[in-house]
C-alpha cells in the first residue's frame, strides 16, 4: 500500500503545482527528505497529511490509497460541491430528478434504436 500511496502523493506534487519536495514539504512542515521517502513508499505520512494531499488534489482518500482507480473530473467535483452545499431536502430533489432524468434518457435512446412502427410512427415514449 505505501508504494501506491507513494505514487499518488508523486503524482499530486507534480499534477497540482510541480513543486520540487522541499516546497511540497513545507506545505506539511516537513523537509525534503520526508518527501522523498513518502514518494518512494519507505514511510507513510501521518493521516492530517493524506487527508491535506488528497484535498489538495480534489480526490478521496480511496483514491490515494489506489482502492479507486477513476481520478474525479473537474465537472464531477463541481456536481459533487454543489451537491454537498444543498440542503438535505434539496439534495433529495437533486437525486430524484437526476434518476427522473436518466430514466428518460434511457428510454429515449431505447426508442431510437427501435425500428418505426407499421404506421411511421414510434409511438409514444414511457418511462
Not at 497529511?49 to 494531499?53: I, M, P, S, T, Y
Not at 434518457?105 to 426508442?111: A, D, E
Given at each position: 500500500?505505501e508504494?501506491?500511496?507513494?505514487?499518488?502523493i508523486?503524482e499530486?506534487?507534480?499534477?497540482?503545482?510541480?513543486?520540487?519536495?522541499s516546497?511540497?514539504?513545507a506545505?506539511?512542515?516537513?523537509k525534503?527528505?520526508?518527501?522523498?521517502?513518502?514518494?518512494?513508499?519507505?514511510?507513510?505520512?501521518s493521516?492530517e497529511?493524506?487527508?491535506?494531499?488528497a484535498d489538495?488534489?480534489g480526490e478521496?482518500?480511496?483514491?490515494?490509497?489506489?482502492?479507486?482507480?477513476?481520478t474525479?473530473s473537474?465537472?464531477?467535483?463541481?456536481?459533487?460541491?454543489?451537491f454537498?452545499?444543498?440542503?438535505?431536502?434539496g439534495?433529495?430533489?437533486?437525486?430524484?430528478?437526476?434518476?427522473?432524468?436518466?430514466?428518460w434518457?434511457?428510454?429515449?435512446?431505447?426508442?431510437k434504436?427501435k425500428?418505426?412502427?407499421?404506421?411511421?410512427?414510434?409511438?409514444?415514449?414511457?418511462?
Open positions: 500500500m508504494k501506491i500511496i507513494g505514487k499518488r508523486l499530486v506534487r507534480k499534477r497540482i503545482s510541480d513543486l520540487n519536495q516546497d511540497f514539504g506545505l506539511f512542515g516537513v525534503n527528505v520526508a518527501v522523498s521517502q513518502w514518494e518512494n513508499g519507505e514511510t507513510m505520512p493521516v497529511v493524506l487527508e491535506k494531499v489538495m488534489a478521496s482518500l480511496d483514491w490515494l490509497f489506489g482502492r479507486e482507480d477513476k474525479i473537474n465537472e464531477e467535483r463541481r456536481l459533487l460541491r454543489f454537498r452545499g444543498t440542503s438535505e431536502e439534495q433529495e430533489i437533486v437525486l430524484e430528478t437526476v434518476e427522473e432524468g436518466v430514466k434518457v434511457v428510454c429515449h435512446l431505447r426508442q434504436s425500428p418505426p412502427s407499421r404506421n411511421g410512427q414510434s409511438g409514444s415514449v414511457r418511462y
